[in-house]
């Protein structure tokens, strides 16, 4: 594991920790509140008669994601950048914890031409792909700390910034594909390795889990902004159509399938030029396609810039809303008879 991946899994651990922390001394204070609202006043229903009067929200948001896998190393994993959409709906529960559905449009790819190296092989190599992936997804949201603003007077005065961690779960379709001759190819129905010669190919769907850091700070009204860095860790090794049996096709051999489609999306190391001009070939160049004993997951991070509408429930969805005002010492969770 990279030891970046390894400083954003500890973070979350400590976040975590942190959440569970930051409950139990809300807790401690909030029956302290209750023992002394309750002697002064019978009118204040019990601070544990919570509810939140804004838990549904939608999002949308935008921002970059960056493969990790055959085709790149480590030092070069934000190399290549490319986009990623999202929507989706969120729920909260409390003031500590959330869950939201969202659905991802993401592209990542990588080349050997921009990552390789000479040492290694994988410059000769001379692979290259983009993927389109498509997910569906349900994730947990744990704050860092008390989500307060719900529990303010005055919703449209809330402040400060709402650090959280991201855990969730879900399901991707993937197509890696390839240009040759400036034409698009998919990847997953040709002969680009030994495996699929021995008609062994993948499945385009495979289970993925996420995990990551955000945070977010109040807009204006019930609109808020966010920022989260996540990595998803896949359960496929071929979202750049590598697995671990990297080695070119026996037929590679046989001069009528090298010049073929399939023969050349398997082995570009044709394609290099020495300094007369002449193909360097796989032989020459050491090009680096390996067969590994156990299998590897692809995965990649995302960078997201999120947008959040809050709201009561979906039949006020598009109602206008008014500043809600409450009693001296009462807050939104208070239940008023």
């Known amino acids: 594991m990279p030891s970046y991946l390894k400083i954003l899994f500890s973070t979350l651990l400590i976040c975590v920790y942190a959440n569970l922390y930051a409950q139990r001394k809300s807790q401690a204070k909030d029956q302290g509140h209750h023992k002394a609202t309750t002697s002064k006043s019978s ?3 019990s601070s544990f008669d919570r509810k939140i009067h804004y838990p549904w929200s939608v999002f949308a948001g935008i921002g ?3 493969y990790y896998g055959q085709l790149n190393s480590t030092k070069h994993t934000f190399k290549s950048l490319y986009y990623q959409l999202n929507i989706g709906l969120s729920y909260r529960f409390n003031q500590f914890l959330a869950t939201q559905a969202s659905i991802r449009y993401a592209r990542i790819g990588s080349s050997d031409s921009q990552t390789g190296d000479v040492a290694s092989g994988r410059i000769w190599r001379n692979l290259s792909f983009t993927t389109d ?13 008390n989500f307060n603003w719900y529990r303010q007077a005055d919703f449209y005065h809330a402040k400060g910034v709402y650090p959280y961690a991201i855990i969730g779960a879900g399901l991707l379709y993937f197509e890696p594909s390839a240009e040759l001759d ?3 190819y998919n990847l997953r129905s040709r002969i680009t390795s030994r495996e699929k010669e021995e008609g062994k190919f993948y499945s385009p769907i495979s289970l993925f889990y996420d995990f990551g850091l955000g945070a977010k700070v109040k807009l204006m009204h019930f609109f808020t902004f966010g920022a989260e860095v996540t990595y998803t860790y896949t359960l496929t090794d ?16 046989d001069p009528s399938f090298a010049g073929s489609i399939d023969g050349r999306l398997a082995d570009r190391s044709a394609e290099l030029l020495n300094e007369n001009g002449q193909p360097i070939g796989r032989a020459e160049g050491n090009a680096k396609r390996t067969f590994t004993a156990r299998r590897l997951s692809d995965g990649y991070f995302i960078f997201n810039l999120k947008v959040e509408y809050a709201f009561q429930s979906f039949s006020n969805f598009f109602n206008k809303r008014t500043t809600t005002h409450f009693q001296h010492g009462e807050t939104p969770f208070h239940k008023r008879k």
Do not use: V
């Open 43 to 45: 009118t204040h229903s």
């Open 64 to 66: 970059s994601c960056s």
């Open 133 to 145: 992936i498509y997910e569906i997804a349900i994730y947990g949201m744990i704050d860092l700390f």
């Open 182 to 184: 400036g034409k698009s």
């Open 238 to 253: 071929y979202l750049d159509d590598l697995g671990y049996d990297m080695r070119y096709p026996l037929a590679n051999k």
